[in-house]
């Protein structure tokens, strides 16, 4: 994977990744971070060790598949944006563990030479009930291709602390 220099694309979080809590999650907030360029070379390593398919290992075979070349695995295209969300997205200070995703779907493939970013959209925000210092934030991802064409989206759930109640 050849990596550019990942950063907002747009408005940001007011309160920069190292210094985010609980409440600075509001629902209804929209950002925007990017790039991640996916190589060929990239592809091909991801899918040797953990996707061993030919639509994602051999270049020849995948020609004449069933999307007419070489694609990543949506394992792939899930990691690289899981480096971003976990670069611009998620705290550094206040994240305490994510108990699970929903609904994560491919719905387009991602080929070598695709630039991707990912657009997060805070769903609901809500403090834990049982545990007052945290709270629960859904978080709907969206992966996109350089022409702006989704190629991934799920639905992050993330507990974080809350600032109010360290």
Same mark, same amino acid.
């Given at each position: ?17 190292? @210094? ?23 592809? =091909? ?12 290992? !051999?270049?020849?075979?995948? &020609? ?27 705290? @550094?200070?206040?994240?305490?563990? *994510? ?8 719905? +387009?493939?991602? +080929?070598?030479?695709?630039?991707? *970013? ?5 769903? &609901?925000? +809500? ?5 007052? !210092?945290?709270? =629960?934030?859904? /978080? !709907?991802?969206?992966? =996109?291709?350089?022409?702006?064409? /989704? ?5 992050a759930m993330n507990l974080l602390? +809350?600032?109010?109640?360290?």
């Amino acid at each position: 994977m050849t990596t550019s220099s990942t950063h907002a694309i747009g408005p940001d979080f007011d309160t920069p990744v190292e @210094k985010r809590y609980f409440e600075d999650y509001l629902p209804g907030s929209t950002y925007t971070y990017g790039s991640i360029t996916v190589t060929e070379q990239a592809i =091909l390593r991801f899918a040797g060790e953990f996707d061993p398919q030919g639509i994602h290992t !051999d270049p020849g075979a995948a &020609s004449t598949g069933p999307f007419g070349g070489l694609i990543a695995s949506g394992w792939h295209t899930a990691s690289v944006m899981m480096r971003m969300y976990a670069d611009h997205y998620v705290s @550094k200070v206040a994240s305490l563990a *994510s108990p699970g995703i929903d609904e994560l779907r491919w719905p +387009r493939p991602v +080929r070598p030479g695709d630039s991707l *970013s990912i657009r997060t959209t805070v769903r &609901s925000a +809500r403090p834990s009930r049982s545990k007052p !210092d945290r709270g =629960l934030v859904h /978080t !709907d991802v969206e992966v =996109l291709q350089q022409h702006g064409e /989704t190629v991934l989206t799920l639905t992050a759930m993330n507990l974080l602390l +809350r600032r109010d109640q360290r």
